[in-house]
């Protein structure tokens, strides 16, 4: 069965650079959602997409922006990084509002972002 | 809002033994509680989801219970092997107040398991 696609895999880039982020979501899958893990942290959630519309905010930086497109896939667009965004990106797919409440977000294999 | 605790966060058992990994969560009003493998630099692997209306599931050497009124799971593995040594991570599903489901992630166990 199809799973979520995360790309890059791995990222490196310097301080004050921008980096660019996909995820592809499951096949029919509406909701994206996305996850920071920083070393030796859980996961923390960042934003979520609904239908090409943004549908939930966490604590995503204001450096930070992300949009989901016409074939559902998102992009996380990071600007003037900073050391402190190295982490483990997740993104996550659900079927949304169509799979009932409480549905099963499924993840993706993560980008691995370094600042240096 | 809804906080999400692990103990122990690290925990070390020689091979064979059988092991319990506990979850605690503070709002009860759950949808589900899932729980999480991660390697060390990898990603999450799902090993089991428990709707709030059940109160169990099972995949092989595991078992996940769910006991929403008191805001707790257990994650218990049985026959323990150095293959299962990963951080274990449990994630509750819930609503806020302002209507979003929301997915909150607990700060996870390491299981080292001793050959």
């Known amino acids: 069965a199809a799973g979520v696609i995360q790309s890059p895999r791995h990222l490196i880039k310097e301080k004050r650079e921008t980096a660019t982020l996909k995820c592809y979501p499951i096949p029919r899958h509406d909701t994206v959602y996305w996850y920071q893990q920083g070393p030796g942290q859980d996961p923390q959630f960042l934003i979520s997409?609904?239908?090409?519309?943004?549908?939930d905010k966490g604590s995503i930086p204001d450096r930070f922006s992300a949009q989901q497109f016409s074939d559902y896939h998102s992009e996380l667009n990071m600007s003037s990084l900073e050391l402190g965004d190295s982490a483990l990106y997740f993104c996550?797919?659900?079927?949304?509002?169509?799979?009932?409440?409480?549905?099963?977000?499924?993840f993706g294999p993560g980008t691995r972002l370094t600042v240096l | 809002k809804q906080e999400v605790t692990q103990i122990p966060a690290a925990l070390s058992v020689p091979e064979g033994e059988n092991l319990v990994l506990n979850c605690s969560f503070t709002d009860s009003a759950i949808y589900n509680l899932q729980w999480f493998r991660q390697d060390p630099g990898k990603g999450l692997t799902s090993l089991l989801l428990?709707?709030?209306?059940?109160r169990e599931q099972t995949s092989g050497r595991l078992n996940a219970s769910l006991d929403k009124s008191s805001g707790r799971s257990t994650l218990y593995i049985a026959a323990s092997q150095p293959g299962d040594s990963a951080t274990y991570l449990c994630?509750?599903?819930?609503?806020?107040?302002?209507?979003?489901?929301?997915?909150?992630f607990g700060t996870g166990t390491r299981l080292t398991i001793i050959p």
């Open positions: 428990i709707q709030s209306s059940q």
């Open positions: 996550a797919s659900s079927s949304g509002l169509a799979g009932g409440p409480g549905n099963e977000q499924f």
């Open positions: 994630a509750v599903r819930w609503r806020s107040n302002f209507g979003n489901e929301k997915l909150t």
């Open positions: 997409f609904y239908e090409k519309m943004q549908s």
